[in-house]
């Protein structure tokens, strides 16, 4: 064999060699453990970007939550939700948004955000965020932490709540069972409120299993929503298995003081200690109008 040759032939297995060290590498690095464990987890605040201008009517700081040291985060600030995304899950560790009458009588209207007209749609600018087709085949749907029922009131809002940061993976029987009932039962609670924050996000575990791709998108066994009425100076919270539910959406009603201790959250720290401590501990569904869902 010529020199030439031989040399052509060391360059290309050397090309080989490196081609499949970098594959190995990213196999390694697409896998993520656990966001408590690795120590590598960051947390990125982000200032609104162009064209995703937070929109409120009332105090921004109600929507800060405050999340562990080493659970990984970019918040992000669309026009009507705040993601708090998490790269290495690929799903948002939570989503805050206010909801008032006046955007419940618009998203209510005849002349309100048809959800065909919208499709689900992956954000460049965050890091980890999966594509639409990543979710396909993998026996879940596509869940909206944030509803597109909250989010009719205007084009730009609706659209954002399909940003795929806004998205996790739930079993259709509980995404479009109970899950939906509380949904709708904040729906209908922001007209008589006024003005509600709304908190949603999965509840992560270690042991959780993957789909997508690269099998690198956590499907969550749990999934939180926090409900706070600052006008009524009350809360309520639901936590859900990502499961069909054997019993009413009532029936799953709990405090926010219980879910800070299984998420490590810290929800509406903005407000005195006095009033946290006791709107947090309090989960009377009864202080809350009544829902009665159609089955």
């Known amino acids: 064999m010529k020199k030439k040759q031989k040399r052509l032939l060391y360059y290309c297995l050397a090309f080989v060699l490196l081609a499949l060290a970098g594959y190995q ?12 464990d690795d120590g590598t987890a960051t947390q990125e605040q982000t200032k609104p970007q162009e064209g995703k201008d937070y929109q409120t009517t009332g105090d921004l700081s109600l929507l800060d939550v405050k ?15 705040v993601v708090y995304f998490n790269k290495y899950y690929r799903v948002p560790n939570c989503v ?23 499709k689900f749609e992956r954000d460049y ?12 085949e993998s026996g879940y749907t596509r869940g909206h932490m944030a509803p597109a029922m909250d989010m009719r009131w205007d084009k730009t809002a609706m659209a954002q709540c399909f940003l795929m940061t806004n998205i996790c993976p739930q079993l259709d029987e509980m995404n479009d069972g109970e899950w ?4 709708e039962a904040v729906h209908k609670w922001s007209r008589t409120a006024g003005r509600l924050i709304v908190f949603t996000g999965p509840i992560f575990s270690n042991n959780m299993k993957r789909i997508g791709k690269h099998d690198d998108i956590a499907v969550p066994d749990r999934f939180f929503k926090v409900i706070y009425s600052p006008g009524q100076n009350r809360a309520i919270a639901f936590v859900m298995e990502n499961k069909k539910l054997p019993n009413s959406w ?41 829902y009665y869902p159609s089955r």
């Open 67 to 81: 999340l562990p040291e080493r659970l990984d985060n970019q918040t992000v600030h669309y026009k009507s939700i």
């Open 25 to 36: 590498g990213y196999q390694k690095t697409s896998f993520y453990k656990s966001a408590y």
């Open 180 to 183: 939906r009932h509380v949904e």
């Open 125 to 136: 600018d965050v890091k980890g965020c999966p594509d639409w087709w990543e979710y396909k």
């Open 96 to 118: 805050a948004y206010e909801l008032t009458n006046t955007m419940t009588s618009m998203a209510d209207s005849r002349d309100a955000e048809n959800r065909a007209n919208y």
């Open 250 to 290: 009532t029936n799953y009603a709990t405090t926010i003081d219980k879910v800070e201790a299984l998420t490590g959250y810290d929800f509406l720290a903005s407000l005195s200690d006095g009033v946290e401590n006791v709107i947090e501990s309090k989960q009377n569904i009864k202080d809350w109008p009544k």
